[in-house]
């Protein structure tokens, strides 16, 4: 049996699990269709054409984990930002940890999707919002959709602001020779609300695991929301990763995806400037080694005047490693004094790493401010020879170069115990100490 015709037939034993009057049964139902009708992506689709999904798609996965896993706290507190105090929703194999996770209700909600979706006080919340911007005719979205039950729902209200950071993890201990991840998170920041969410996808142990998430994100008026993704899995495991975000008048939305690790990542973001004055930001650093590939699929549509987006991705490829830059900004005729910005620059320590990178515009208004370009190359070799006849050896030279490189987009993270912890990631990759406080 093909995996895609595995994944039909097992909604019905999903089915038994879950209550048919949930609100969004049917919306389950209608996205199945669509990935019965679709199948999976690709190189014949435009968005695919440099990524394949076919070496992960002939396998055969676990769908539902037969037992619940337990993790004791100190095999895995280095991947929590222990060093401050934060809400935490930790998922084992996709069944949610109550242990290591901290949740709340007390003046805003971070909790569990499933919840969300079993209770009458959260109907009128996910009749607004589930499945909203969403692109429905992405068929792997539509199967997230039709297996949705765990995962994260957060609730900012209006005029709050999140006093810790939130954190989303999802760890995979390898019990399953082979599993298939669908965690489906739905946040809401109200008027005049701030968070911070890090979220957060990690193998403990070499195994076949692919996670295809889904995450619906609204920015009501005036809000500010910091999102942070950090990757930096093992060699087995791949992450397809669907975020889209609609944001209204005058709110303030930053994503900062770290790329550091993985068999094959997809990151499809998607914003939605739907009021003026809006500011987006999108951010990433990718470094990678080995056979590994990441495909950033960025969208920015523009439909309101007087909005900014700025979009900034560094890529560092070494070995066999392959990159994807495929950024699309979208501008209505009616998005006047629209100030968009799209840059990618990339770097290729080996003769064996590829970069396929392809920055677009589409403006249909007269007055605006749109840029865009792309870069791939070595590093200067003039400056190198410089810091190597200042003393510094060339490993470490090649290291400090890189890393500059890297710099400005690290410059704007806003939690310093993640910036300190996204340094030292950096430097471990690239195998020295740079003998200074990162």
């Not at 569990?112 to 979205?141: C, G, P, Q």
């Not at 677009?360 to 006849?389: M, P, W």
């Amino acid at each position: 049996m093909e995996f895609k015709e595995k994944l039909l037939a097992s909604h019905l034993a999903f089915e038994e699990r879950i209550d048919f009057s949930d609100p969004v049964h049917q919306t389950r139902l209608e996205s199945l269709k669509t990935f019965e009708e679709m199948g999976f992506p690709s190189r014949k689709d435009e968005a695919w054409k440099y990524t394949s999904l076919n070496a992960l798609v002939r396998q055969d996965y676990a769908l539902f984990p037969k037992k619940e896993s337990t993790i004791q706290l100190k095999k895995v507190k280095k991947y929590f930002l222990y060093e401050i105090d934060t809400y935490k929703v930790v998922f084992i194999d996709g069944v949610y940890s109550p242990f290591l996770s901290d949740t709340t209700h007390d003046g805003l909600d971070v909790c569990l999707m499933s919840a969300a979706l079993s209770k009458a006080k959260y109907r009128k919340l996910i009749d607004t919002y589930f499945n909203k911007i969403t692109n429905k005719d992405d068929s792997l979205t539509a199967l997230n959709t039709s297996y949705t039950q765990e995962g994260a729902y957060v609730y900012i209200p209006k005029s709050v602001v999140a006093e810790k950071p939130i954190e989303i993890i999802h760890f995979s201990t390898g019990k399953e020779k082979a599993l298939w991840l669908q965690p489906r998170n739905l946040i809401v920041i109200d008027q005049n609300a701030q968070v911070q969410i890090l979220e957060r996808h990690q193998s403990l142990k070499d195994h076949n695991i692919v996670t295809n998430s889904v995450t619906e994100i609204y920015a009501h008026q005036d809000t500010f929301v910091d999102y942070y993704k950090i990757q930096n899995d093992l060699n087995t495991a791949s992450l397809i990763d669907n975020t889209y975000i609609s944001q209204e008048k005058k709110s303030n939305v930053r994503v900062h995806t770290f790329s550091l690790g993985g068999k094959l990542i997809r990151n499809n973001l998607n914003f939605f400037l739907k009021g003026q004055h809006c500011h987006s930001t999108l951010k990433g650093v990718t470094l990678l080694e080995d056979q590994q590939h990441v495909d950033h699929y960025t969208l920015v549509d523009h439909a309101s005047p007087n909005c900014e987006s700025h979009q900034d991705y560094k890529g560092v490829f070494s070995e066999g490693s392959k990159g994807v830059f495929n950024g699309k900004i979208h501008v209505d005729q009616i998005a006047q004094k629209t100030n968009a910005f799209q840059q990618n620059n990339n770097i290729l320590l080996d003769d064996k790493a590829m970069v396929n990178t392809k920055p677009q515009l589409e403006i249909f208004a007269d007055d605006v401010k749109c840029s865009h370009g792309c870069t791939v190359g070595q590093l200067n070799e003039e400056a190198l020879f410089y810091l190597r006849s200042r003393g510094i050896p060339k490993k470490e030279a090649k290291a400090l170069m890189t890393y500059a490189f890297a710099n400005n987009v690290l410059e704007s993270v806003e939690l310093p115990i993640l910036k300190k912890r996204i340094n030292k990631l950096i430097a471990k990759k690239l195998g020295v100490n740079l003998g200074f406080d990162l």
